[in-house]
């Protein structure tokens, strides 16, 4: 089975390269292959690669820099979405996509159903969820996988920003009061494979709208707090940093973040049998990868 994934010089894109199963071929393309926002370039690339399957991992993802530059954000997370989904329609090729916790408003007290009404607070999730739309609309055969706080060892995120500033001072402040379930890419790239492979055996899917995070959920405090512990053990760092915990208020962002960003997941589970992932056992994993690629 052929499957197109964009997006994939990003940290989830990247994970479905490397974890792909052997019996699957894989065509990878980052936005200087493929620019999404480009409906011709789409087309003519599915065209050529004639994929069973298509995977978007390709998204605008500066949730700050979104605020100032609105129209970039739409480009790609909702224009480039329904370019996709119009041909994977017109070919009748499934498409599985990923989206975002920002599509909520971040003021509930218990974790996020699939069935809750989503009222993003900024460009980004506002963007993320105008691509969910057109998906929905266009394309019967998609699933959309709602994601939060990635994490791995290739690409930007919060263990590799933690550890760099970890370096550079000896004391960091870290927002407590924002509540969340931290995901590694490849555990996202595990569980989509997963999806692929029983399409693949059962010729179809149940379609539409899935959770997948990790768990337990937690603060970007207790986040940054499991890092330096478990990158010290590691030896990937001399000296942990003094850890202060601040307010969102102390922390201000162009972008509104919700207080409480905690996914449930049991849908996926339920339905396709694919559990939450441990975050604490994966970020291990990345650590112990990114000692790896500094030793080598
Ligand atoms: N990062 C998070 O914390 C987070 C949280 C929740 C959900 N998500 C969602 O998870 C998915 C993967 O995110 P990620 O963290 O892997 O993102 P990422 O590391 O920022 O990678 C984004 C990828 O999208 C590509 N891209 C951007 N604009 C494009 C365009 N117009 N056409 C084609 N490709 C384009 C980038 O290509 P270049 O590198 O060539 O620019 C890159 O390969 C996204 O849908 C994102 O919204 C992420």
């Known amino acids: 089975m052929h499957v197109l994934v964009t997006g994939a010089t990003g940290q989830v894109g990247y994970e479905l390269l490397r974890l792909a199963p052997e019996d699957f071929t ?20 599915v065209a050529r690669e004639t994929p069973a399957l298509i995977i978007n991992a390709a998204a605008y993802t500066a949730v700050d820099k979104a605020e100032a530059e609105p129209e970039l954000a739409y480009a790609a ?10 041909v994977a329609a ?42 969910e739309q057109v998906l929905a609309e266009t394309c019967a055969s998609h699933l959309i996988m709602r994601t939060s706080w990635v994490f791995g060892a290739h690409g930007n995120n919060f263990v590799k920003t933690m550890l760099r500033l970890g370096q550079e001072r000896e004391k960091l402040s870290v927002v407590a009061d924002q509540h969340g379930c931290p995901t590694s890419a490849a555990s996202i790239a595990r569980a989509l494979w997963a999806l692929v492979e029983q399409y693949r055996d059962q010729g179809t899917l149940q379609w539409g709208l899935y959770h997948y995070a990790g768990l337990p959920p937690c603060t970007w405090h207790d986040f940054a707090k499991n890092i330096f512990d478990i990158a010290h053990e590691l030896g990937l760092i001399s000296q942990k940093p003094m ?16 207080a409480w960003s905690v996914l449930d997941s049991c849908r996926l589970k339920r339905v396709h049998g694919i559990g939450p992932s441990d975050w604490p056992m994966d970020l291990r994993d990345v650590l112990t990868e990114l000692r790896s690629l500094r030793d080598s």
């Open 26 to 45: 894989v065509a990878g393309f980052g936005s200087a292959q493929l620019d999404i926002t480009d409906a011709a370039a789409v087309e003519e690339s």
């Open 243 to 258: 850890l202060v915990a601040i307010g969102t208020e102390d922390f201000p962002t162009p972008a509104k973040r919700p």
């Open 90 to 131: 017109r070919r009748g090729i499934p498409l599985l996509h990923i989206s975002t916790d920002y599509v909520f408003a971040g003021d509930a007290k218990t974790p996020y159903r699939e069935d809750e009404t989503p009222a993003p607070t900024g460009v980004y999730g506002a963007s993320k969820l105008a691509g």
């Open 77 to 86: 997370n909702r224009d480039g979405v329904a370019n996709l989904a119009a």
